[in-house]
């Protein structure tokens, strides 16, 4: 753990009850005189240190020692355009892409994504507030909804297409916008669509379900 969201760090007290207490004192095994970091979501780029000055049964309080702006963001930026799958395959990679360093997570459905499934953006953030302060990250991962490819298509015209194709992606090869289609891939209208976008493959004779294709691309993009 890098350090904790809490919407009272900037204050010059400030304590922790429930599941942060437990996770702090019982697992971490945090004592008196302990430093902790926190970030405050309304001011997330400021890190708060703070010093443990007691432990009861059921809280610790802290008091802040310093203060200072501390940013970290991945270097480069990396927006995923990904065609709608099933939500509960999406949380299994969603802390991985994080703290691989993606920026934005574009949700489409496409001809091939089941309607009945629905991103659950407030379970996502959960997750990413997790990743976050495991990770160090500062800023958020964005998320945005579009109810077809050709309205996302309208907004990202230069979008690069993950496919079956014989132009491999390249390390060197560095995108801001990429398209994964979901399981079973992209319809015949689709295709038609994105026939004059750039389209890349990966080197593999396997077939990739679109959570680890999305998993591998940023991967190979970002680190």
């Not at 991945?74 to 999406?90: E, N």
């Not at 998993?215 to 190979?220: F, L, V």
């Amino acid at each position: 753990m890098i350090f904790l969201y809490s919407d009272k760090a900037s204050s010059e007290f400030l304590s922790l009850r429930g599941e942060e207490f437990k996770y702090l004192i019982k697992v971490r095994r945090h004592t008196i005189g302990d430093i902790v970091n926190f970030r405050n979501i309304s001011n997330p780029d400021i890190m708060y240190s703070y010093k443990i000055v007691e432990i009861s049964r059921s809280d610790v309080k802290f008091e802040l020692i310093s203060k200072k702006e501390h940013i970290i963001k991945p270097k480069h930026f990396l927006h995923v355009g990904w065609c709608v799958i099933d939500s509960k395959s999406v949380e299994k990679v969603l802390a991985s892409l994080n703290e691989i360093g993606v920026s934005k997570i574009s949700f489409i459905y496409c001809d091939r994504s089941q309607r009945n499934f629905k991103p659950d953006l407030k379970r996502y953030e959960r997750i990413l507030k997790s990743s976050n302060q495991q990770c160090g990250r500062s800023d958020f991962l964005e998320f945005e909804i579009y109810k077809n490819l050709d309205e996302f298509l309208d907004k990202y015209p230069d979008v690069k297409v993950f496919d079956f194709c014989d132009n491999y992606l390249k390390k060197e090869q560095k995108f801001s916008d990429v398209l994964v289609g979901c399981e079973g891939g992209f319809s015949k209208e689709e295709k038609e669509l994105l026939s004059q976008k750039e389209v890349f493959s990966l080197d593999t004779p396997l077939v990739l379900r679109s959570e680890s294709a999305v998993m591998a691309i940023s991967s190979k993009i970002l680190v």
